[in-house]
């Protein structure tokens, strides 16, 4: 340590706000060089080496082969697929000196469906699944603690090619056994969730989030099903139609004064007190129906508004949304949007104004959408397009109808499991990996055809699949830290071993000195805390802020013989006699590789 | 091979001009993106790993701590040092969603220096040796040749940190043994020569390059004194001045009509037709002198003109005029700058109009040096300033005087050795390796100070080393082909043994099958063409288009126990019993390999 390039800090980082970047900042694994952009110092270089070299094992043995494409890409390919446009400001973008459009790969779909047009073209070539472990670029509106959402970040991206869809199923099914084996190793909390699929394109999705309270995704789960999914690809059952008999008994819808009634909260308020139910319950927010409109705009720029219908006691989900229009993006209506639609009542709009005919009736001509829980037959409280006027007993089916549904609505914990068998709860996580069923998409786009067993040209069908290579490293250092410092996982540490020599007398760092040079030449990695001058206080601090898992200390224990080992995870400490120390070190470092190379080797359910 | 994402070509790939770059298309190991900018297929990669994995060790070995730096880098500390404008069109510039000015990292000097003021402060911590193994970018105005010269490349590049210069030159001397280390295991060709600093600023500095026809850089050796350089490094000595006797006796100078003689050629042909020398010899273009008059562009947009006063019977070489004028472009003067100085008069200008003080007495007032080869004291022939006129015996220091002396000539085959040892010959090579001590350029412009051992602030001293990594691979395809295919060495080979099975006999691929496994299982690599309905001339053909060093070939003789076993580079081929194939195969590479692992070890002289 008197020569590492490794400066601890006492104080968090200004730019963090994580626990675990805090911790990946002050123990100089990692350093700001603009933001969202970060060096890897030595020691957390070594950190990512080591996830990468996981990675690697486990694509390599599901018959990977391994190339690298450039980050530094031609627009043409991306226009073709429309994601040059469709990935907005996400995208770097750049000209050359000769004014050539050019980017810095955000992901590489166009790049591989190219490579293998141009060099297979039989049925007999495939099935063929390739990857690369290389750094992509995302301009993020919001860089995000540290290496969790960078700008510039290390990921494995895969691909696999098909003649047919058994053969996509059967190397997504190969790549998500991989994963699995990929997560255990690493030695993540992680669960995996049904995923939208988003500008991707493609059918089936899953998603591996690590488990985390600092994550960005909220993600569901039910127990009594082991059902999981992304909030975003919560799909939410359409409710059963109500009987003809239930729609009969419904009184006519009727337009009753509610005066300053905007929001649902003074709604239900106005219609308790002036209009209560007849069946003596309170009116709730449950039974009215809230119409939520916004504008969406697209990657080339057009814009179109969308209503929203749902129970007033749901609020739209932000996330939720945005899968649903994307590429499309929204924002709320504002006051110009809502000057440019008068017929649109801000508070009080209903359904009599919305829906794609409702033109030819003086209404907005508006797309509007229901949630999957407005039954056909139910009954409403909503806007009359009217200021300070709702209309009673409006039932969907009868009185309006809407353009389709849309999954946009929260989902809450205590929710009724999409599969029925349960309730959901929710949690937020990390996306650690992300695997695709893309289908022809980017085949179709790009032309990659190869010849079947026939002899006729067919269009194959690829997957692709991510897993976030630096951003591993900052979700084990969220997940596993604790107020002292970072605690590495064996498989991840930089090193095997930490030895601190403590004190001032000579023979101490001799007998470390000799320890570490055992250490090293039976294959271990060592960081050695040979500074001179440095307090036994400052070395314990900065060996419980390294994180290595095992730590040996020697110092006075030496006269009579003894050093201390401690596990930096479990905090055990023990002392061992000297001549001991070797080999109980080297027992400890390899019964825990073997243990874990064991659990990888387990076939995986 | 049936499964490798690999497909040879027969012909020439119409982007390619260099024969090595050709094959390793035509093999399969690389792939063009964008101009500059390849794809490294899995053979491909394999290669550069390689390289990677010598730089690595040699780097590890002299105690070089591996960090890495973005790609994707802030403005600032390239707006602090100045190289955000000197490097010209050759930087990839971008602006991210917020139009922050960005950059590609063409070299990392700034964020080296950042990071080492951040993290380090005192003397006790130096001297210190930093690398990264990464990809640089830079927009060449003509990438070429594949990997010699892309837009996107990988480099090895270190930086020493010292607090004087005697550990300035320590470092340096440090990482000169590594690189000899390392261009002897990556098996060039190479000398080391004596190099320009150019735009990097600082002093001493030595180009490693492969001797190669095909190579950009020019140098020039001289075998009495084994002194090499870089033509752009070449110092030729002042002319010594010629004695007051002989300026004594030298004529006054005088204006002859030299009708139509713009060029040295007419001139002399004019000079010997119209004025013969008194002495009996001939005019010779070397008795003239040629005055060049050239436009600088600054980064900054800024223009100057620039005289170049030379032999009648030198050119002015383009790269060492660009090295001394650097940061500066210079172009040749056009119609319109000679407009601006009407005193110029086309192929007739004279030192009379030139040098900055020659605007007192009507001249041009344009800086004028002056070629050292042109002696205080010696006599010329040359520009009259007046169409069709030239002056005779005008001398250097009696009847001109210029603005000092520029390194700019052309240097030519049998040109004396400046170290007076000898006469000089020419080659070509490749830039492989780059070493420069910087000395304190970036640590003053970026503020880089740290405590002496009196407690006293100093500046620190810093070397910056590069290797061309990815410009290996194309080094050796280059230097190590024959009219079959590439030939690798040993040590940078994708594999260890190429095993073909051919004929259609099902023994035969399940002999090879079994010779495959046991070769994989005792460690080596192995490429296995089974693809089973592919002739034996294909296999052969595309077995020496891929290089590998050792192919084994399982035919017809299997039935008689025997195999035969081809040496790639040698062309040597030998038959072998089955049973002895796997020892002879293991004895030969690991032969190799010992051989290479004591040639490394041997300490450089």
Redesign the interface.
């Known amino acids: 340590m008197s020569?590492?390039?490794?400066?601890t800090l006492r104080e968090d980082p200004a730019e963090a706000e994580l626990p675990g970047h805090k911790l990946l900042v002050r123990a100089?694994y990692i350093?700001r060089?603009?933001p969202g952009?970060?060096?890897?110092?030595?020691l957390?270089?070594k950190v990512?080496r080591k996830v990468e070299e996981v990675v690697r094992e486990e694509m390599d043995a599901i018959?990977g082969?391994?190339?690298?494409?450039?980050?530094?890409?031609?627009r043409e390919p991306y226009e073709a697929t429309g994601r040059w446009t469709e990935y907005g400001?996400?995208l770097?973008?750049?000209q050359?000196?000769k004014g050539a459009d050019?980017l810095?790969g955000p992901t590489h779909e166009e790049?591989f469906t190219l490579?293998?047009k141009?060099?297979?073209s039989s049925y007999?070539e495939l099935p063929?699944t390739?990857y690369q472990i290389q750094?992509k670029?995302r301009?993020e509106?919001r860089p995000r603690a540290g290496l969790l959402r960078g700008?510039?970040f290390v990921m494995k991206d895969s691909y696999s090619f098909d003649v047919d869809d058994a053969g996509l199923e059967a190397a997504y099914q190969r790549h998500r056994d991989a994963y699995l084996r990929i997560f255990d190793r690493l030695g993540f909390d992680y669960v995996v969730v049904h995923a939208d699929s988003g500008a991707m394109g493609g059918s089936a999705s899953e998603e591996f989030l690590a488990v985390s309270p600092v994550g960005e995704d909220t993600f569901v789960r039910c127990e009594a099903s082991g059902y999981a999914a992304n909030v975003e690809a919560v799909v939410v059952p359409q409710a059963p139609p109500l009987s003809q008999e239930v729609v009969d008994a419904t009184p006519a819808a009727r337009v009753e004064d509610t005066p300053d009634s905007p929001t649902i909260e003074t709604l239900v308020a106005q219609s308790n007190a002036l209009h209560p139910r007849t069946d003596g319950r309170a009116w709730k927010a449950a039974d009215t129906l809230k119409n939520v409109v916004v504008m969406l705009t697209y990657p080339d720029g057009t814009r179109e508004p969308l209503a929203v219908g749902l129970p007033g006691d749901r609020e739209v989900d932000a996330k939720r949304l945005e899968a649903q229009v994307a590429p499309a993006t929204w924002t709320p209506f504002e006051e110009k949007d809502f000057a440019a639609y008068p017929m649109l009542v801000k508070g009080y709009i209903g359904p009599a104004m919305l829906g794609e005919t409702s033109a030819e009736r003086g209404g907005s001509g508006i797309r509007y959408l229901l949630d999957p829980s407005v039954a056909h037959g139910s009954a409403w409280v909503t806007g009359a397009d009217e200021h300070g006027k709702h209309v009673y007993d409006l039932v969907n089916g009868r009185d309006f109808t809407a353009d389709g549904t849309i999954q946009a609505a929260e989902i809450r914990e205590g929710d009724p499991s999409p599969d029925g068998a349960g309730t959901l709860t929710l949690a937020r996580g990390i996306e650690m990996g992300h695997i695709f069923q893309l289908g022809r998409k980017y085949a179709e786009a790009l032309d990659l055809k190869v010849l079947d067993e026939n002899g006729k040209l067919v269009t194959v069908t690829m997957g692709s699949y991510g897993v976030g290579v630096s951003r591993a490293v900052a979700a084990v250092a969220e997940a596993s830290h604790d107020e002292l410092g970072l605690v590495w996982p064996r498989a991840l540490a930089p090193a095997d071993v930490h030895v601190l020599a403590t004190g001032k007398d000579q023979a101490i760092f001799e007998h470390a000195e000799g320890l570490v040079a055992q250490l090293t030449g039976a294959g271990l990695e060592v960081v050695y805390d040979d500074r001179p001058k440095v307090s036994p206080g400052v070395k314990f601090k900065d060996a419980e802020l390294l994180g290595v898992p095992t730590i040996v200390v020697i110092g006075r224990g030496l006269a009579d013989g003894v050093l201390e080992i401690k596990d930096r995870r479990t905090g055990e400490r023990r002392e061992v006699a000297v001549d001991e120390a070797v080999t109980q070190v080297l027992a400890e470092v390899r019964g825990e590789q073997a243990v874990a190379e064991a659990a990888a080797a387990r076939p995986q359910a």
């Open positions: 020569n590492l390039f490794l400066r100089g350093r060089a603009a952009v970060y060096t890897w110092l030595p957390g270089l990512l018959g082969q391994e190339l690298s494409f450039p980050a530094l890409l031609p400001d996400n770097f973008r750049l050359d000196r050019m810095l790049m490579a293998v141009d060099m297979f007999k063929l390739l750094t670029y301009d509106a700008r510039e």
